[in-house]
């Protein structure tokens, strides 16, 4: 299971693993749900909640990290982050106006975390989509490296 | 009937691209550059008087938080004013993506997923 190069399961880098993975979790989503008032966004803050899957990789092996994230279902995912993110630029059309236009912006004051409209709503979708993205990009690499030990 | 279908909608999008391009170009031009003194915009850009700058890079810089009620004004810009940019650039990791289960597929068969 393990690979000649990168030494997994390890005791020391399974409970670094543990102290930094909720850290990591809670830290990227906070940058995406803050993206609108904070610096970051959604393509930064879905890349540090992707970390996590290295993390769960580098301290449990390679099977654990499939049953943790399951690939079929981060396959998917992605593609539901576009979807979604083309639906709120349609908004714009539905309330007659073109495409892409932040149609409620003037829902809230400026610097709550619900404000800006379409803004957030766009940053949490391209969040979504980066952070099942590049997890599933993580996961098959490293299912192609532990393939070449067997 | 494939060929037709590919010819018809190729010939449709140049003719609605130029029509759009010759209607645009009766628009007024957004940024003509009228108002700005380069030399003395060269010479000490401290002391330049940026107040009477026209264009859509004034309307960034000065309106933002009226536009669009978002303090960050770099997601407001790449949400708002530049929204297909941030559409595209999202659709280039998806294709990625699917180009790199493409071409791992057959290496990681029977693993994984």
Do not use: W
Not at chain 1, 20 to 27: A, D
Not at chain 1, 72 to 88: C, D
Not at chain 2, 8 to 22: E, K, M, P, R
Not at chain 2, 51 to 80: C, E, P, R, S
Request: a positive charge; aromatic letters at 14%; charged letters at 15%.
């Amino acid at each position: 299971m393990s690979n000649k190069n990168i030494k997994v399961k390890d005791y020391i880098i399974k409970s670094a693993a543990d102290f930094f993975t909720p850290i990591g979790l809670v830290l990227g989503l906070y940058i995406i749900l803050h993206g609108h008032l904070s610096p970051g966004g959604g393509f930064q803050g879905g890349v540090i909640v992707a970390s996590a899957v290295v993390l769960i990789y580098l301290g449990y092996g390679f099977e654990v990290s499939t049953k943790t994230f399951k690939p079929n279902v981060l396959k998917k995912s992605e593609a539901i982050g576009a979807l979604m993110y083309t639906f709120f630029a349609l908004l714009g059309i539905f309330y007659a106006a073109n495409f892409c236009r932040n149609v409620f912006f003037n829902v809230g004051n400026p610097g709550d975390l619900f404000s800006s409209g379409t803004i957030f709503l766009m940053n949490a979708a391209v969040g979504y989509k980066v952070l099942t993205g590049v997890g599933f990009l993580i996961l098959l690499m490293f299912g192609l490296l532990a393939n070449k030990e067997e | 009937m494939k060929k037709f279908l590919t010819y018809f909608s190729l010939t449709v999008f140049l003719i609605i691209g130029c029509y759009t391009a010759l209607e645009m170009a009766k628009l007024a031009p957004t940024f003509d550059g009228q108002k700005i003194n380069v030399v003395e915009l060269y010479n000490n850009p401290k002391n330049y008087d940026y107040n009477d700058a026209d264009g859509v890079a004034n309307l960034m810089v000065k309106q933002t938080i009226d536009k669009t009620h978002a303090i960050n004004a770099v997601t407001a810009i790449v949400f708002d004013f530049r929204g297909y940019d941030t559409l595209g650039e999202s659709f280039v990791l998806f294709t990625a993506i699917s180009g790199t289960v493409v071409i791992l597929r057959n290496a990681m068969k029977g693993r994984a997923d």
